[in-house]
């Protein structure tokens, strides 16, 4: 059964590449090429989320953060433990 999740992530803007990790503490930390305008870096962070969810960047909702470098996405169609294990598994 699939569900809403919410995800948090903490994000870089203008970096040399885009990239996602999760940190010894748990906690998602982004870095993307795009600048911190226009909504660009959002609609980046959302990109590389979709990408490592293996989901269309509609299921994607940014639910808080908008102007913030730490950001809250709701998740459809997966269910929790799903979305953990494809963030925990390592980046292509």
């Known amino acids: 059964m699939s569900e809403t999740v919410r995800v948090r992530v903490r994000v870089t803007p203008r970096s040399s590449r885009n990239r996602l990790e999760r940190r010894e503490d748990g906690s998602l930390r982004a870095w993307v090429h795009a600048a911190p305008c226009d909504g660009e870096a959002n609609e980046a962070l959302r990109s590389l989320l979709a990408e490592r ?9 940014l639910v808080g953060g908008a102007a913030c470098r730490e950001k809250t996405f709701e998740v459809d169609g997966l269910a929790p433990q799903e979305v953990e294990r494809r963030l925990a598994a390592p980046q292509p």
């Open 53 to 61: 969810l293996r989901i269309p960047k509609t299921s994607l909702r």
